[in-house]
Every structure is written in structure tokens, then in C-alpha cells.
């Protein structure tokens, strides 16, 4: 069965360094997300991404996050200057399209971001 | 407000156990989406339906759209159903991956 990949499965950085963390989606996907976990706290939207662009975001993705996809395969979340608080688990999903109401979304198993 | 809200927060069953987990929403959605957590923190996606019953194995999944209600059975639970369950939904006005997720709930079935 198809998998969305996500690399690191855990990374541990500094505060104020940049991390990528790396998503693959599934092939013939066009939709592409990424979502946060805090410890002990629900899952949230981080943002949508179709058509090489940001379809939507929430209010947590701020001016340290963006968003890639640089090649056909890879979909990337930079956080520029990394907080405490940004220690979180974070995953990517992708789903086939709108129309295809009849499938789900597919996640990856996330990346553990530590920030010390 | 935008609000998801699961019942039971925990849930302990003893294996072979019919198991159901609530699910109630406060707006119009597009889809509601049942999703499993297993304890290594990666997520599943079970089911995602906007209207009636689906079921996948021992799974089933129900949604009653008028009572902004949904509920997840596990008939015949075993060990290896313990994880969290997660309801999430897409609203409408809101993109698609744009979810609100509930807090989950944290299932253990015993030997």
C-alpha cells in the first residue's frame, strides 16, 4: 500500500537554527498538508498546499514557516528560527483531490521535533 | 467557535468487547474523518464519510448529519486496537487538509 514518507523521524536542534523537515506524498496525490501535535495536545492544522502554491494556512503558520515542493517528489516545512515552543510532532498527509471525496487522506508518521 | 468533541477521553475493555467512541461537532462539514494514533505517534486514517455508515472489518463508522454526531464501533476488540482514535472534520468555508481535530481518545483493550 502507498506511503507518505517523512524524514528525519526525530530531530533535536538548537533554538534560533533552521530546520527542513521532509515529506514524500503519495505519486498521483495533488494535495499536500502539514499539521502539528504538541505533546499531550490535539493535532492542528498547519497548511494546504495544491498546484505549487499555499491553498491555505492557519494562524500558527507564520512568517518562520514556509513551504516547498522543489522537486516532483519532495514537499518540505522550513521553520526558519526555531522556538521551544515549536517542539512538537509534525505531519504531512496528502490526499488525491476534492472531487474524490471517496478517499481519505494518507499521513506520514511524523517527524519528533525537539528544540533545546 | 469551531469544536470537536470525543467521548470518552479514556476507554479500558477487556478483548472481545464491542467498543463505540463519540464524536460531536458544533458546525456544517464537508467530511468527518476517523483517524487511529498508535502509541509510536504516527497516524491512520480509518474512514472519512459525510453521510450514513461505512464499515472496513471489525471497523464501522457512523454519521448523523442532522444531530452533528458521529460515532466509531470496534466489534470483537483485541489488544491490538489500543491506540488513540482522533475525529477530525472539514468544514465548510474551509480548504481541503484545513481539519479540526478533536483531543482523541485513548483506547486500551486488555488480554
Known amino acids: 500500500e502507498p506511503e507518505v514518507t517523512q524524514t528525519p523521524s526525530h530531530q533535536v536542534t538548537q533554538m534560533g537554527q533552521e530546520v527542513i523537515l521532509r515529506c514524500v506524498p503519495i505519486?498521483?496525490?495533488?494535495?499536500f498538508y502539514w499539521y502539528r501535535q504538541i505533546l499531550g495536545q490535539k493535532v492542528e492544522f498547519l497548511v494546504s498546499?495544491?498546484?505549487?502554491?499555499?491553498?491555505?494556512k492557519s494562524e500558527i503558520f507564520d512568517d518562520q514557516f514556509s513551504v516547498e515542493r522543489p522537486d516532483g517528489s519532495n514537499f518540505t516545512l522550513k521553520i526558519r528560527s526555531t522556538k521551544l515552543e515549536d517542539s512538537a510532532m509534525y505531519f504531512c498527509?496528502?490526499?488525491?483531490?476534492?472531487?474524490?471525496?471517496?478517499?481519505?487522506?494518507?499521513f506520514g508518521s511524523g517527524t519528533r521535533l525537539t528544540v533545546v | 467557535k469551531n469544536e470537536v468533541e470525543q467521548s470518552p477521553q479514556n476507554l479500558t475493555a477487556q478483548e472481545g468487547e464491542f467498543i463505540t467512541i463519540n464524536c460531536s461537532y458544533s458546525?456544517?462539514?464537508?467530511?468527518l474523518h476517523w483517524l487511529q494514533q498508535h502509541p509510536g505517534g504516527g497516524i491512520v486514517s480509518l474512514f472519512m464519510?459525510?453521510?450514513g455508515k461505512k464499515k472496513h472489518g471489525r471497523l464501522i463508522a457512523t454519521i448523523n448529519i442532522q444531530e452533528k454526531h458521529s460515532s466509531l464501533h470496534i466489534t470483537a476488540s483485541h489488544p491490538r486496537d489500543s491506540a488513540v482514535y482522533i475525529c477530525?472534520?472539514?468544514?465548510?468555508?474551509?480548504?481541503?487538509?484545513?481539519?479540526?481535530f478533536g483531543k482523541g481518545t485513548k483506547l486500551s483493550v486488555k488480554p
Open positions: 498527509a496528502s490526499s488525491v483531490g476534492r472531487t474524490r471525496r471517496t478517499y481519505g487522506y494518507t
Open positions: 505519486s498521483n496525490h495533488l494535495y
Open positions: 498546499f495544491y498546484n505549487n502554491e499555499i491553498s491555505e
Open positions: 458546525v456544517g462539514i464537508s467530511a
Open positions: 464519510l459525510s453521510s
Open positions: 477530525a472534520v472539514g468544514y465548510y468555508g474551509g480548504s481541503q487538509g484545513n481539519l479540526i
